[in-house]
């Protein structure tokens, strides 16, 4: 049976009273090429010593690095324009009112996020795994995989015609487009700028076994539009505590609310992002940025691409490479069903499996919260990229096929009891179950029973903008825009959830969790090698699903996550 959420587990009701709304300013970002890039030949800000990597200096923080450490906060949590005013119980832990999300869900700040470059990210994720630092190196592998083995820069590595499926480029038996002018990228790590930071804890199973997600999301835009999501799964310290163990996790970013200096806030966030924020690390938690956090069992890097159309979404998990060094592999679209399958005109071995796998999941698209809607189908299923292209119009594909599979659909939908429609719920699964359906094909669209799918940002497709800026609110500063889904429907979700997480009050071993062991750093234990292959690969992601609980703490499946 499914549990209830978080949300509705909680000692007294929460009401959710008001949401700011952000102003949608269209100046341009201002062009700092020095801080934009990361890149500075001096130390001024206290972050560290520099490296250098192939002649470009870099900041470089030592693991342990723990200067800098927190000052004095000022302010409510209004110095961004407000936030979310929330009725708790009586008897929470955290007697909280206002928790601003632009600073405790995403952080866009221009000035934040200019001293990050995704050089020093790269070079974060093999040293505080224990690996050989290569930026350059790690960079142009992800890129070289949008490349054909005729095409390719980098012999004897992941290419896009690695797997073939009837003489045609594949994955997971499914066609990929390839090769693809992101594969023109190499040499350009110095060209993407980071645009935001994002807490992802409402992404935490239910039963704590891991604490969610924390992300970050770069740019580029050297030869059209490109992005790289850094999506790290991070481990619970002490699991036997369940998702009280995760609690520090919240109370750190809880803090950054209070937090109106823009120095402090940057030095937090570098530290738990890069090398160590010392109560997390005393909490059990490890710097975010570790190939660890996104390798096979755990979470994920994703590209975002417009490099060339139509647009797509690829997905890749972290390994480790020859020589020990970091590595990257291809994996098909978690919650990304290939479409054509619900054609049943379409010959394919996977076709009645899958179909009948999207009629048992329909009772996942039911919930009339675009929050919780969830197409769970299995791995088997699953499209080796999202395309802006026919294949993810699943109520198209639907229609391609007979009557027999709709009148199937709708004899499950009546013993489900429900009146939606069959393009209504196709419409649900389309944007639930589809990267490019909550991106662009069904913003706006009709989801029944009175939902209308939330819209992405005010250029199509993305969810935070790197070409529009708004006010960060009375505090000051200039923000990355962010899309109205997140500002009046995803963002409100995930603050309620991290809320309730922080009202409930943490028991005995919650208190005392074990301190993070900084010599893990220098193993690299627990980051597979690529010499396993595929198959042995995918099967560590099985396994880690069959561990862990089968919701998220706001209640969606997390098998549909994405």
Same mark, same amino acid.
């Given at each position: 049976?499914?549990?209830?959420? /978080?949300?509705?587990?909680?000692?007294?009701?929460?009401?959710?009273?008001?949401?700011?709304?952000?102003?949608?300013?269209?100046?341009?970002?201002?062009?700092?090429?020095?801080?934009?890039?990361?890149?500075?030949?001096?130390?001024?800000?206290?972050?560290?010593?520099?490296?250098?990597?192939?002649?470009?200096?870099?900041?470089?923080?030592?693991?342990?690095?723990?200067? &800098?450490?927190?000052?004095?906060?000022?302010?409510?949590? *209004?110095?961004?324009?407000?936030?979310?005013?929330?009725?708790?119980?009586?008897?929470?832990?955290?007697?909280?009112?206002?928790?601003?999300?632009?600073?405790?869900?995403?952080?866009?700040?221009?000035?934040?996020?200019?001293?990050?470059?995704?050089?020093?990210?790269?070079?974060?994720?093999?040293?505080?795994?224990?690996?050989?630092?290569?930026?350059?190196?790690?960079?142009?592998?992800?890129?070289?995989?949008?490349?054909?083995?005729?095409?390719?820069? =980098?012999?004897?590595?992941?290419?896009?015609?690695?797997?073939?499926?009837? &003489?045609?480029?594949?994955?997971?038996?499914?066609?990929?487009?390839?090769?693809?002018?992101?594969?023109?990228?190499?040499?350009?790590?110095?060209?993407? !700028?980071?645009?935001?930071?994002?807490?992802?804890?409402?992404?935490?199973?239910?039963?704590?076994?891991?604490?969610?997600?924390?992300?970050?999301?770069? *740019?580029?835009?050297?030869?059209?539009?490109?992005?790289?999501?850094?999506?790290?799964?991070?481990?619970?310290?002490?699991?036997?505590?369940?998702?009280?163990?995760?609690?520090?996790?919240?109370?750190?970013?809880?803090?950054?609310?209070?937090?109106?200096?823009?120095?402090?806030?940057?030095?937090?966030?570098?530290?738990?992002?890069?090398?160590?924020?010392?109560?997390?690390?005393?909490?059990?938690?490890? $710097?975010?940025?570790?190939?660890?956090?996104?390798?096979?069992?755990?979470?994920?890097?994703?590209?975002?691409?417009?490099?060339?159309?139509?647009?797509?979404?690829?997905?890749?998990?972290?390994?480790? &490479?020859?020589?020990?060094?970091?590595?990257?592999?291809?994996?098909?679209?978690?919650?990304?069903?290939?479409?054509?399958?619900?054609?049943?005109?379409?010959?394919? $071995?996977?076709?009645?499996?899958?179909?009948?796998?999207?009629?048992?999941?329909?009772?996942?698209?039911?919930?009339?919260?675009?929050?919780?809607?969830?197409?769970?189908?299995?791995?088997?299923?699953?499209?080796?990229?999202?395309?802006?292209?026919?294949?993810?119009?699943?109520?198209? !594909?639907?229609?391609?096929?007979?009557?027999?599979?709709?009148?199937?659909?709708?004899?499950? /939908?009546?013993?489900?009891?429900?009146?939606?429609?069959?393009?209504?719920?196709?419409?649900?699964?389309?944007?639930?179950? *589809?990267?490019?359906?909550?991106?662009?094909?069904?913003?706006?669209?009709?989801?029944?029973?009175?939902?209308?799918?939330?819209?992405?940002?005010?250029?199509?497709?993305?969810?935070?903008?790197?070409?529009?800026?708004?006010?960060?609110?009375?505090?000051?500063?200039?923000?990355?825009?962010?899309?109205?889904?997140?500002?009046?429907?995803? =963002?409100?979700?995930?603050?309620?959830?991290?809320?309730?997480?922080?009202?409930?009050?943490?028991?005995?071993?919650?208190?005392?969790?074990?301190?993070?062991?900084?010599?893990?750093?220098?193993?690299?234990?627990?980051?597979?090698?690529?010499?396993?292959?595929?198959?042995?690969?995918?099967?560590?992601?099985?396994?880690?699903?069959?561990?862990?609980?089968?919701?998220? /703490?706001?209640?969606?499946? /997390?098998?549909?996550?994405?």
């Amino acid at each position: 049976m499914k549990p209830a959420p /978080l949300l509705r587990r909680t000692r007294a009701p929460r009401r959710l009273c008001a949401f700011f709304a952000f102003l949608f300013a269209c100046s341009a970002p201002e062009e700092d090429a020095g801080f934009r890039g990361g890149l500075s030949t001096t130390s001024t800000t206290g972050f560290g010593s520099e490296v250098s990597d192939g002649g470009i200096a870099f900041i470089e923080e030592p693991f342990f690095d723990v200067g &800098g450490g927190p000052g004095t906060t000022t302010g409510g949590g *209004s110095g961004s324009g407000g936030g979310i005013e929330v009725e708790l119980p009586p008897d929470a832990c955290v007697p909280l009112e206002l928790l601003d999300p632009r600073r405790s869900l995403i952080e866009t700040n221009e000035a934040v996020l200019a001293t990050f470059s995704l050089r020093n990210v790269f070079h974060r994720l093999a040293i505080n795994s224990g690996m050989k630092s290569e930026p350059s190196s790690t960079h142009d592998l992800l890129i070289d995989t949008a490349n054909d083995s005729g095409t390719a820069h =980098l012999a004897n590595m992941e290419h896009c015609d690695d797997e073939l499926t009837d &003489g045609v480029p594949s994955l997971n038996g499914y066609p990929v487009q390839c090769p693809r002018a992101e594969g023109g990228q190499i040499g350009n790590l110095d060209q993407w !700028q980071l645009i935001a930071l994002v807490n992802r804890i409402d992404l935490a199973p239910a039963d704590g076994s891991h604490c969610g997600e924390q992300r970050m999301i770069f *740019s580029s835009n050297a030869q059209d539009r490109m992005f790289i999501i850094f999506e790290a799964q991070i481990p619970n310290p002490d699991p036997a505590c369940g998702v009280a163990a995760c609690r520090p996790l919240a109370e750190f970013w809880e803090q950054q609310s209070a937090i109106t200096d823009i120095e402090e806030r940057t030095t937090r966030l570098r530290k738990a992002f890069l090398a160590s924020w010392p109560e997390l690390s005393a909490a059990g938690f490890p $710097p975010f940025m570790r190939a660890q956090h996104m390798t096979f069992g755990t979470g994920q890097v994703r590209t975002n691409n417009f490099d060339q159309f139509p647009w797509d979404l690829k997905e890749f998990k972290l390994v480790e &490479g020859p020589g020990g060094r970091l590595s990257v592999q291809r994996v098909p679209v978690a919650s990304n069903l290939f479409g054509p399958l619900l054609d049943d005109g379409f010959a394919h $071995p996977n076709g009645p499996m899958c179909r009948q796998a999207f009629i048992d999941a329909l009772d996942g698209l039911l919930v009339d919260d675009v929050n919780l809607m969830a197409l769970d189908v299995p791995e088997a299923c699953l499209a080796g990229e999202s395309l802006d292209e026919f294949d993810n119009l699943y109520d198209f !594909q639907i229609a391609l096929g007979s009557q027999g599979f709709r009148d199937a659909i709708q004899a499950e /939908l009546a013993a489900l009891g429900s009146d939606l429609t069959i393009d209504e719920v196709a419409a649900r699964a389309a944007f639930a179950g *589809s990267c490019i359906g909550c991106h662009q094909q069904q913003v706006g669209a009709d989801l029944g029973h009175g939902v209308i799918a939330p819209f992405s940002g005010g250029l199509g497709f993305v969810h935070v903008e790197e070409f529009f800026t708004e006010s960060c609110g009375p505090g000051g500063g200039t923000c990355f825009a962010i899309s109205p889904a997140l500002q009046d429907v995803f =963002l409100p979700f995930r603050h309620q959830v991290m809320l309730e997480l922080l009202a409930e009050c943490p028991d005995a071993c919650a208190l005392a969790p074990l301190a993070f062991d900084p010599t893990i750093a220098t193993e690299a234990g627990g980051l597979p090698s690529a010499t396993l292959g595929p198959a042995a690969l995918r099967q560590i992601d099985r396994a880690a699903r069959a561990r862990r609980g089968a919701y998220t /703490l706001g209640g969606r499946p /997390l098998a549909a996550v994405h």
